[in-house]
């Protein structure tokens, strides 16, 4: 897979805006470790579903309408 393009404007107001790569661990992850935590084993994800959930992650603040935008990049086929 070819990396993601940074996302170049704020996806609330559209005014051009820098964005900065961000590490983040994906939502599903996070609840599926809290469920192994509480004994409970989830189902895994299917392939197509992860893949598509997993993507780079940018973060970035909007001078025009003062929102901080956190943005996914997902992998389309």
């Given at each position: 897979?070819?990396?993601?393009?940074?996302?170049?404007?704020c996806p609330w107001c559209g005014t051009p805006i820098p964005y900065e790569a961000h590490e983040h661990e994906p939502r599903y992850e996070v609840l599926a470790e809290q469920a192994r935590a509480r004994g409970v084993d989830p189902p895994p994800l299917p392939e197509r579903v992860s893949e598509i959930l997993a993507g780079e992650s940018f973060v970035g603040a909007c001078p025009g309408c003062r929102t901080v935008s956190h943005v996914v990049a997902h992998h389309a086929r």
């Open positions: 897979m070819a990396d993601a393009v940074q996302p170049q404007f």
